[in-house]
């Protein structure tokens, strides 16, 4: 089985550190684990060690639409049977290229903390759809 999980875009924070430990745990069990990490800004790059550095790939993106390509790019080139989405933003991606990649993955959202009064209505509506699309 083979598992690919994408987060995009934050600063040295928590996320970062927690996606890590939770690819990590999934390599130490033996499983085909990858870390996707998508932003111009690799703010946490020079945070890991070498050895940890390795496992991650980093998509250099510029803008909305070049992250859906490289991404989309990312999972032609490399197929997975489950796709975890960390946070919001890859979760909204992940629902945008479930409809236009087949064939389909299991796809798994992981979230931190949710508060969805915190967006705007349409990107509310939009991962609310997300939500409820995947498995």
Known sequence: MRL???IDHLGAGGAQRQAT???QAWVDQGV???LVYYHPHHHFRDALSDAAR???TFLETSGPIQ???AVRRYLEEHP???LVSFLVGPTLLAYILDGLI???WRWVVSERSALLSQYRPMRRRLYTRALTSCD
Do not use: G, M, N
Request: proline share 5%; glycine share 0%; net charge positive.
């Open 21 to 23: 430990a939770l690819h």
């Open 80 to 82: 997975t049977d489950v």
């Open 102 to 104: 087949r064939p389909k």
């Open 54 to 56: 390795e496992l991650v």
């Open 4 to 6: 690919t999980l994408l």
């Open 67 to 69: 992250r859906l390509l």
């Open 32 to 34: 085909d684990a990858r």
